[in-house]
């Protein structure tokens, strides 16, 4: 291992012996999804691990097992990979189950990469009677009892991986931008991830629901660093199972919250679906960059005004969002997929752009003279002043007055309109803070507001 490479720690073993719950203490967060239900973990899931100031890249993979289809074997294939490209790879077993077949093919799996090699067994609380001893068979020398559940062992296992591992630092880009690509299941996210990342990272099939977990990697276009996050297909409430599923969708909200920008997926050959609008609601209400991404255009049966009819039709059923540009793409077939970083690179762009205080509030002030707005209940909001807020994450205004506790939603939306008209803002959400600014009273007279 190299000083100049962030070593990589991979943790393999067979399904639903608590490497996610590893995953998660080492982390110190609910990153990976934890259910006592086998193989729920599909892709292998990164994460930052730091122990003893040495970062290092942690991996969670699918339970190891027999291949049955192509589907199974990619994903047994992704594990091969992992352990192949750790630096150190941790074999888990659990303390309460004799050896089974196939904890052997995975610590023999393991130990042909000639790489460092640590056996945990887990679930150690469920048995007095466990030894490291008794799992020297499996030809692991570095053996450690833990219990995830109980935080047995876990600190004196990391602390052994972290003696092995150089002094490195994993040093987050705060020029780096998070994309995050949402839709319905099975409209082709994995398949554009992987048409992003141009490489095999997210599982690609012919099934509803496949991505389960945030499934991250990081590309570089032009100058930037851009964070793909491939997220697990968001249902309506009603088609959402408990358990793993429901973990699944609260996960794909939370990649919104973290993501700059949102890549909405939309079938081409179901462009009109409610559930599409909820999510670019989800979006909007966030305030985070937004494209909509026409999907599988291979797929439609078109002829030369095809785009120009359908597309009309996807606009008006997302009028409530006339900032985010429209793409049509085919993964498929790579049409249009290196635009999406152009677009991406547009709007990163658009949201760090800052006004001038005193354009601001010329245009503030031409808006109301030409159109004031109304009172309610004898009261009339007075807009004084706009200024824009530093160091926000989206474009942010703070917009001061009196009475604005009265200023009725037609004409926010009004002031919006106007100001991207004016201001452009493209492709995000913008935050506009209504902040009512009392006037400090002189004894004897009335307040204005």
């Known amino acids: ?14 399904a639903n012996v608590g490497k996610s719950s590893l995953f998660n203490a080492a982390l110190g967060e609910r990153e990976a999804i934890v259910a006592d239900e086998a193989g729920t973990t599909r892709d292998s899931i990164y994460g930052k691990a730091s122990v003893y100031d040495k970062d290092f890249w942690l991996v969670d993979t699918a339970g190891l097992k027999t291949a049955e289809d192509d589907f199974e074997f990619t ?35 393991a130990l042909k990469t000639r790489k460092p090699v640590i056996l945990a067994v887990n679930k150690a609380d469920k048995t007095k009677d466990a030894a490291p001893e008794d799992y020297l068979k499996l030809g692991i020398k570095d053996i450690f009892l833990t219990s995830t559940t109980q935080g047995m062992g876990i600190e004196e296992l990391l602390e052994h991986v972290a003696n092995q591992l150089p002094k490195a630092s994993i040093n987050e880009d705060s020029n780096r931008i998070h994309l995050a690509i949402l839709g319905r299941p099975n409209v082709g996210k994995s398949q554009l991830f992987n048409a992003l990342a141009k490489k095999q990272q997210a599982i690609v099939a012919d ?10 990697t990081t590309v570089k276009y032009m100058t930037r660093e851009i964070v793909l996050m ?7 409430s009603g088609k959402i199972e408990r358990g793993v599923e429901k973990f699944s969708v609260i996960r794909s909200l939370s990649a919104i919250e973290q993501a700059d920008i949102c890549l909405l997926l939309i079938d081409a050959n179901e462009s009109s679906v409610q559930l599409d609008q909820k999510i670019a609601g ?39 969002v006339p900032w985010a540009p429209m793409i049509v793409t085919s993964s498929v077939t790579g049409h249009n997929v290196s635009k999406i970083f152009d677009l991406v690179m547009e709007i990163a762009q658009t949201r760090q752009e800052r006004v001038k205080t005193t354009e601001l509030n010329t245009w503030m002030h031409k808006t109301t003279d030409r159109h004031p707005p109304a009172g309610l209940k004898n009261r009339q909001p ?20 009196s009475q604005l506790k009265f200023l009725h939603w037609s004409y926010r939306r009004h ?28 004894h004897g007279t009335k307040r204005e507001d």
Request: aromatic share 8%.
């Open 1 to 14: 291992m190299t000083k100049t490479k962030v070593p990589i720690v991979a943790i393999v073993g067979r």
């Open 282 to 320: 989800m979006v909007k209400e966030t305030h985070k960059g937004l494209i909509l991404i026409l999907s599988k255009w291979d797929s439609v049966d078109k002829d030369a005004f095809t785009h120009d009819k359908l597309t009309p039709q996807v606009k008006a059923d997302f009028d409530f």
């Open 230 to 236: 491939d997220t697990a297909g968001i249902r309506r």
């Open 382 to 401: 007075k807009l004084r002043y706009i200024v824009q807020e530093e160091g926000m994450p989206m474009p942010s205004f703070k917009i001061f007055g």
């Open 415 to 442: 002031l919006e309109r106007t100001f991207r008209e004016t201001f452009g803002y493209e492709g995000t959400g913008i935050k506009f803070w209504y902040i009512d600014q009392h006037k400090p009273r002189v």
């Open 75 to 109: 994903i047994q294939e992704q594990i091969v990979q992992a352990a192949s490209a750790a630096d150190i790879i941790i074999v888990m077993i659990e303390a309460h189950i004799t050896i089974t077949e196939e904890d052997r093919r995975v610590a023999t799996m």
């Open 207 to 216: 099934k509803a629901g496949t991505t389960r977990d945030i499934n991250r």
